[in-house]
């Protein structure tokens, strides 16, 4: 069973710093581009980051540009997203995600999307 489990969030103050995790199990996702989504109550599910599969390559929202870094270990079939000087508007239920296998194309903000973790809550405090 394939399944993306990620971990690392909490409750943490603005300014302030969290690193997600997204372990992978049930099959290696060594040529899945994968990626960071995340939902904020009442809002549509956003975009925040890409990753290739070799790790050469990234791509961000622009709403975390600069402040969010994502990146892999592939060999702990594990992809992380460090998330720095949080703001309250960061506030959301954070996704891990893993793009088709070798998708290389301009849509990456929407998919395509093969599997979904369950997801993580993020909470910034003011």
């Known amino acids: 069973q394939v399944r993306l489990v990620e971990s690392g969030g909490g409750l943490v103050q603005a300014g302030g710093s969290l690193r997600l995790s997204c372990a992978a199990s049930g099959r290696t996702f060594s040529s899945n581009p994968m990626g960071w989504f995340r939902q904020a109550p009442g809002k549509e599910r956003e975009f925040v980051a890409k990753i290739n599969w070799s790790g050469t390559g990234t791509s961000y929202g622009d709403s975390v540009k600069g402040r969010f870094a994502i990146s892999r270990d592939n060999a702990k079939n594990t992809v992380y997203l460090q998330m720095n000087s949080l703001k309250p508007e960061d506030t959301a239920v954070y996704y891990c995600?893993?793009?088709?296998?070798?998708?290389?194309?301009?849509?990456?903000?929407?998919?395509?999307?093969?599997?979904w973790g369950q997801g993580t809550q993020v909470t910034v405090s003011s």
């Open positions: 995600a893993a793009y088709a296998p070798g998708y290389t194309g301009p849509n990456y903000r929407t998919g395509p999307i093969d599997f």
